[in-house]
């Protein structure tokens, strides 16, 4: 069964510094996610990316966030000035579609401690 | 934005049914309903989704009456491997025009042996 692979599975860093987290979506999927969750709290939507430019995103996705799909199979989420509020448990999602019936699907996370 | 209300939390015995209910009493007329499940430390997984009636898969069932304003999910016979949070989205699309799933607290299920 084809899946959304993640990598790095879990990354420490230091508060202020630069952290790219990295997606490879299912291949003939068009539509790209980045969520979040904070431990034990739910998930929240950052970013919605379609044709190689974002569709949504919410209020949590600041200036200090970006996103980018460089070659065509990666999908990266680049957090530019790390805080300690960002530590949490980053999910990329894609989907074939972005209709109500379209399901994501999930890759199993980056989890980001900040320190 | 459709918000939904399911329990906290259920628990429930290995080889039981157990039923989840969602409330969803501002579900607009092209909303679909849709439920995902969340291992611990792992991403959400789709688990099944319905417009109206009874959908049945080979995971689950969701279970729709006719007004719309709730559904069930049914997880028959659930196995320890069952313990998960689920969660029951509607509707929530994004002012772009596009729909994005947005997951709320969920149910804690936990299942005993």
């Known amino acids: 069964e084809p899946e959304v692979t993640q990598t790095p599975s879990h990354q420490v860093t230091q508060m202020g510094q630069e952290v790219i987290l990295r997606c490879v979506p299912i291949?003939?999927?068009?539509?790209f996610y980045w969520y979040r969750q904070i431990l034990g709290q739910k998930v929240e939507f950052l970013v919605s990316?379609?044709?190689?430019?974002?569709?949504?995103k919410s209020e949590i996705f600041d200036d200090q966030f970006s996103v980018e799909r460089p070659d065509g199979s990666n999908f990266t989420l680049k957090i530019r000035s790390t805080k300690l509020e960002d530590s949490a448990m980053y999910f990329c999602?894609?989907?074939?579609?972005?209709?109500?019936?379209?399901?994501?699907?999930f890759g199993e996370g980056s989890r980001l401690t900040v320190l | 934005l459709a918000k939904t209300t399911q329990p906290i939390s259920m628990d429930s015995y290995e080889g039981q049914e157990v039923n989840i209910t969602c409330s969803h009493n501002?579900?607009?007329?092209?909303?679909?309903i849709t439920w995902y499940q969340q291992f611990p430390s792992q991403g959400p997984r789709f688990i099944i989704q319905?417009?109206?009636t009874k959908v049945t898969n080979e995971v689950a069932s969701l279970f729709i009456p006719a007004d719309r304003k709730s559904s069930t999910l049914s997880l028959p016979r659930v196995s320890l491997s069952d313990t998960a949070v689920y969660y029951c989205?509607?509707?929530?699309?994004?002012?772009?025009?596009?729909?994005?799933?947005?997951f709320g607290r969920g149910t804690s299920l936990i299942v005993h042996p």
């Open positions: 999602a894609s989907s074939w579609d972005r209709k109500n019936t379209g399901e994501l699907f």
């Open positions: 291949s003939n999927h068009l539509y």
């Open positions: 990316f379609y044709n190689n430019e974002i569709s949504e």
């Open positions: 989205l509607v509707g929530d699309k994004a002012s772009g025009g596009s729909y994005i799933p947005t």
């Open positions: 501002n579900i607009a007329t092209n909303d679909y």
């Open positions: 319905g417009y109206k």
